[in-house]
């Protein structure tokens, strides 16, 4: 009998309509919930009660740990843990937790207020990034190349952003690298892409359209690759890479990866992988 898993997302896009296209050759029943129609907090958790595995992948950067953590105290096997999906929403901490753990990061300044800001500034000088400590797909992250309108651009954090938003990281901007996206899926490095900006955007990520092409699975990618999992466990991840003059440094990690532009440009068959990935977790 096959396995019924319900993929939780605020929306079915390509990666979703993937998966669930795929599910009756990889042993499964994928349906989807709309991860705003779960009201949890029951420890029964009858909504989930009929499925065997719940695959997590709520874009949003503050419901996927908060439902991931109800949904194991049901007893739900979820992919990714609410642990991991934690990890992965804030950046500042990620990125302090794979520091302590040897894993290279970029540099960076938590920025709170203006004066947290202006102290980034000093730091680092210009042209730095300023991005939001919860967020992905690009958004809301702004290239300061001049320090003339740097306090221009917090202006923007500062009276537009709600407590929550204003939570920013400020980093040296690492110019004319490309960045390479990591697949993994359980504890296996399935498949990555170099990202390269294209027109008038300079940020390099899939979700903008950039442009991609396979990127070379290299030793020094497998081992930074290795050392996030040590933090994370396995699971499902999108993990982002940056290229410097030292080596790569991990930018983030995703713990709903959209993985159209990898599946692309490798070949890589995703949703098979991922459908081996959750009856290994089933098993």
């Not at 359209?209 to 690759?225: M, W, Y």
């Amino acid at each position: 009998m096959a396995a019924t898993v319900a993929i939780v997302a605020d929306r079915i896009a390509w990666e979703e309509r993937q998966l669930i296209a795929a599910a009756p050759g990889l042993g499964l029943t994928i349906e989807w919930i709309n991860d705003e129609s779960l009201c949890l907090g029951r420890a029964d958790a009858p909504v989930l009660a009929r499925y065997d595995a719940i695959l997590l992948r709520s874009r949003s950067y503050t419901r996927g740990g908060l439902i991931a953590g109800l949904a194991e105290e049901t007893g739900a096997r979820v992919v990714n843990t609410a642990r991991a999906i934690n990890l992965c929403e804030n950046k500042a901490v990620l990125r302090s937790t794979l520091r302590a753990a040897g894993v290279p990061v970029p540099e960076f300044r938590l920025v709170l207020s203006r004066a947290d800001f202006t102290r980034a500034l000093a730091d680092f000088g210009t042209p730095v990034v300023l991005k939001p400590v919860y967020g992905g797909m690009g958004k809301r992250v702004a290239l300061i190349r001049d320090a003339d309108t740097a306090h221009s651009v917090y202006d923007y954090v500062e009276d537009l952003g709600h407590a929550f938003e204003q939570a920013c990281l400020v980093e040296p901007f690492l110019a004319g690298g490309a960045s390479t996206r990591c697949l993994v899926i359980g504890d296996e490095l399935i498949g990555a892409a170099e990202f390269t900006s294209g027109g008038d955007d300079w940020r390099n990520n899939a979700a903008l359209g950039n442009t991609s092409r396979p990127a070379a699975d290299t030793q020094e990618v497998a081992k930074l690759v290795n050392g996030v999992l040590d933090v994370l466990g396995p699971g499902i991840y999108g993990i982002d890479l940056f290229h410097t003059p030292d080596g790569f440094v991990v930018n983030e990690v995703n713990h709903a990866p959209g993985f159209r532009a990898v599946a692309q440009a490798t070949g890589v068959d995703v949703a098979a992988a991922v459908g081996r990935y959750v009856h290994e977790v089933l098993s």
